[in-house]
């Protein structure tokens, strides 16, 4: 186990350092100038010139990569201070620093994703679980209607309905914001519910539908057929040995969307209003502040990362028949 860990984490890092290394480079090839984009309209070739020499755009753009790797392990100095580790640079919006906005907006993503992750797989294992349990029933047609409906709908449409009936018109939901859980779990808990229960509805059609999928597949193994006819009841059958079978595919999307979720659920926070990293994303790419812009690829790559390492450990625990060698 401690070989194949120390084995994923050395190809993420390469796959961290390419995608760092090629988002830096393209952030040259833009027909922008760096310096002017930080220093705004009507800006003078002096005050350009000074955010340059500030900010190390001076420098040959290789150094700049390398500067910019070495500020993240190590920190970095920068003529307007001290960037101290992990320093991803300044933001050209309102020169703070890059790491210090993610740190601010990212518990609001956090809630999201798993307050959204809890929701969708009690609701969607749930349903794909009862679906097969009935396979050929009303319920399990039922259910895979339900199913269909719900991955055809878009959280930006469903989402403002939802607003429009629960919030303004009938008002039985809280309008949505984000409360930190240590200052009031309640509106806590009531401010993310609605988007908890938006953010869920596609994903809790993908995972029953799959749940569904691979617990009628498993049902039909012969490992699963030698224990029914050994005699052990039914429950035994389903959850002792089809259920654990059908787990390890499940998971394995799971770390996925996970990984995505916590990179930043960017339509979800712009539908509600919440600020964190997906709305945080987009106004960097709206209003060109590529610093704050990379420092949030680089941490959803890495979120992304750490969730698949984490789920490939998961399956010597979950399937008996993987071997991490």
């Not at 010139?49 to 970095?76: M, T």
């Amino acid at each position: 186990m401690l070989r194949f860990l120390v084995r994923r984490s050395l190809g993420a890092l390469v796959i961290i350092f390419l995608i760092s290394a090629i988002t830096f480079f393209l952030f040259f090839a833009l027909p922008s100038e760096p310096a002017l984009l930080a220093c705004g309209k009507n800006c003078s070739p002096e005050a350009v010139a000074l955010i340059k020499r500030n900010l190390g755009l001076d420098e040959p753009v290789p150094l700049q990569f390398w500067h910019y790797l070495a500020g993240i392990f190590a920190g970095r100095d920068f003529a307007v201070g001290r960037c101290h580790a992990p320093c991803l640079g300044y933001s050209f919006n309102d020169s703070q620093p890059v790491w210090e906005t993610i740190l601010d907006r990212y518990p609001t993503t956090l809630s999201l994703t798993v307050g959204g992750t809890v929701v969708f797989l009690v609701v969607g294992v749930g349903i794909g679980m009862v679906a097969a349990a009935r396979r050929g029933t009303v319920t399990d047609k039922f259910f895979s209607s339900l199913s269909l409906i719900g991955n055809s709908l878009q959280i930006y449409f469903v989402g403002v309905i939802a607003l429009w009936l629960l919030v303004d018109t009938w008002g039985v939901l809280d309008n949505p914001e984000y409360t930190p859980l240590t200052e009031d779990p309640a509106r806590w808990f009531t401010g993310l519910l609605l988007p908890w229960l938006i953010l869920s509805i596609i994903f809790v059609a993908n995972y029953s539908r799959m749940t569904r999928s691979q617990m009628i597949e498993q049902l039909d193994e012969e490992h699963v057929r030698t224990a029914r006819a050994k005699g052990m009841s039914r429950r035994t059958v389903f959850f002792r040995y089809a259920w654990r079978g059908a787990l390890a595919p499940i998971v394995t999307i799971v770390g996925i969307d996970l990984g995505s979720l916590f990179g930043g659920a960017m339509i979800t926070e712009f539908t509600f209003g919440l600020h964190g990293l997906g709305r945080l994303a987009v106004n960097s790419v709206t209003e060109k502040d590529l610093p704050m812009l990379m420092g949030v690829m680089l941490f959803s790559c890495t979120a992304i990362v750490v969730a698949n390492i984490i789920v490939d450990a998961l399956y010597a625990y979950i399937d008996p028949r993987v071997r991490l060698a």
